[in-house]
């Protein structure tokens, strides 16, 4: 049995988690981190509201669904106290997944930080990917709920560092154009624009929109429910398992 600490466990991810841990026969549910619990036990566990409390559970996943100002503290104290992160908060920056990677090499620790547990997603980062090299001048749109609280999200960003990759830094747009309301031309990626739409309704949807002479390319992905995420979280829990560093993205479990 791999057992599962779930913190965020009272957020819409997290009590999604939870369902699917619940789920799982060869998972078990050991811990439930939330600050604003007010009860002392949930699904046959006991509740923390502070994270310290959890450094004398014995478990071997720590799933986080939380917030951008906790998460690198979060996955820090996971790989400090034994176990094994598989993180679905966004808003890491590089250094810090740098940073969080070499403590789990320290430890030999398995782990895995993932902007997006949907395998759909997953394969349209891909896609951008391959398309970017053929198409350089591309845009992105991401739309999300309205309470997201960090922008663009960590989807978006992940797809413009691949694309990164084999496409050359390049103004997006005329050379002289001008806003003549700022923010209407996006975040600026190694000049690739950046859109992000908050609406109620949404859930998580991407566009990745690629433009050349006379031709268009529109890839798109639709997280629906939050039960999309869910495969992908169940998959990095059983990898972590068997490696000792920390990954980022869950295409290192995948074979594309
Ligand atoms: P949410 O509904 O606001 O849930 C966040 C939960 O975390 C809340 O219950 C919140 O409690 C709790 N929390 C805040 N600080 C905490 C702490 N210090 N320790 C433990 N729990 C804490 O948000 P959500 O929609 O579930 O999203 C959570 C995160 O997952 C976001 O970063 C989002 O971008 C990300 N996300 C990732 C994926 C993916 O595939 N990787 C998919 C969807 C969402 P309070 O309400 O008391 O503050």
Redesign the pocket.
Known sequence: MIKVVV??Y?????ATAVQMVLAQDDFELVGL????AKEKEAFGVSVSTD?NELSKIQADVWID????N??FE?TKFALENGMRPVI????FTESQIQTLHALSVERHLGGLI?????LGAVLLMQFSKMAAKYFPDVEIIELHHD????AP??TAVKTAELMAQVRKAHHQGAADEEESLVGARGADFEGLRIHSVRLPGLV?HQEVIFGSKGEGLTLRHDSYD?IS?MT?VALGVREVMSVSELKYGLEHFLEL
Do not use: E, I, W
Request: net charge positive; no cysteine.
């Open positions: 913190a965020g009272q957020g819409k991810m997290g981190l939330d600050p604003s994270k669904f939380t917030q951008p906790v998460a979060h679905g908060t966004t808003g993932a902007p997006n547990f949907a309470q997201k609280k960090d999200s960590g998580a939050r995420f992908g």
